[in-house]
């Protein structure tokens, strides 16, 4: 099973509003990613946590803040974001086993988002 | 930072014609290297990739692909297409060593087959 879940499929938000993305794995993964794509273009990453801690921050505004309250899940908590915020939300995850080089990163389905 | 570069943006195929979508990378050292799969309106989806081992790796859907490490190439292929494979294919690479198993993908390229 190789199945990322996330929640909303769609959210459509005002620019003052506060929402949250989730995202879930229960392949016993370690490490979690959060990307941001816009239509016809690769993922962009935003951040990525390995073990429950954030390794990674890609300079993202601070109207995105990422939290990991354990191993299966992940949230992206939206604040006062912008329109050209709108655009597909990829959550992924892969093992975490980066010493024999073999981690994968497996994508869910992503979560549309639209900023009015 | 590494690049991955997919030089064919959009191809436009009749199904049966057999298909190479390109992929070059730049980096000297070791490397794994994936080829994903996005189809309308769905989610990215893991076609193949290649660790080591033998250069020429077969994935899902008839796919394979060929690592030539002299010329940091990992090109896509199939035999003969159908009308179900048009999506965006998307080339990624990552370098052993690199934080955290960051993926550098490319632009991606557009595949639409007619029937």
């Known amino acids: 099973d190789t199945e990322v879940t996330q929640t909303p499929k769609h959210l459509v938000m005002g620019m003052t509003n506060k929402k949250s993305l989730k995202c879930e794995q229960h392949m016993g993964h370690r490490a979690m990613y959060w990307y941001k794509q816009k239509a016809k273009k690769p993922p962009e990453l935003m951040f990525v946590?390995?073990?429950?801690?954030?390794?990674i921050n890609e300079s993202v505004p601070s109207r995105f803040s990422p939290e990991c309250p354990n191993s299966s899940l992940l949230n992206l908590h939206l604040h006062a974001l912008q329109p050209e915020d709108s655009a597909l939300y990829l959550c992924?995850?892969?093992?975490?086993?980066?010493?024999?080089?073999?981690?994968?990163?497996?994508f869910g389905p992503g979560t549309r988002l639209t900023v009015l | 930072a590494q690049s991955v570069s997919q030089h064919n943006h959009h191809v436009i195929l009749s199904e049966a014609a057999s298909l190479e979508l390109g992929c070059n990378y730049s980096?000297?050292?070791?490397?794994?290297l994936f080829w994903y799969v996005q189809y309308p309106g769905q989610h990215l989806q893991l076609l193949l990739k290649?660790?080591?081992?033998?250069?020429l790796v077969k994935g899902i859907k008839g796919f394979e692909a060929e690592f030539i490490k002299s010329k940091f190439s990992f090109n896509l292929r199939k035999p003969s297409v159908q009308w179900s494979d048009t999506a965006e294919y998307f080339c990624a690479v990552r370098t052993r060593g690199s934080t955290l198993g960051r993926l550098y993908f490319g632009r991606g390229t557009q595949l639409t087959v007619w029937p």
């Open positions: 290649y660790f080591s081992g033998d250069p």
């Open positions: 980096y000297g050292g070791t490397v794994n």
């Open positions: 946590y390995s073990y429950e801690k954030l390794s």
């Open positions: 992924a995850s892969s093992q975490g086993r980066l010493a024999d080089g073999t981690d994968t990163q497996y």
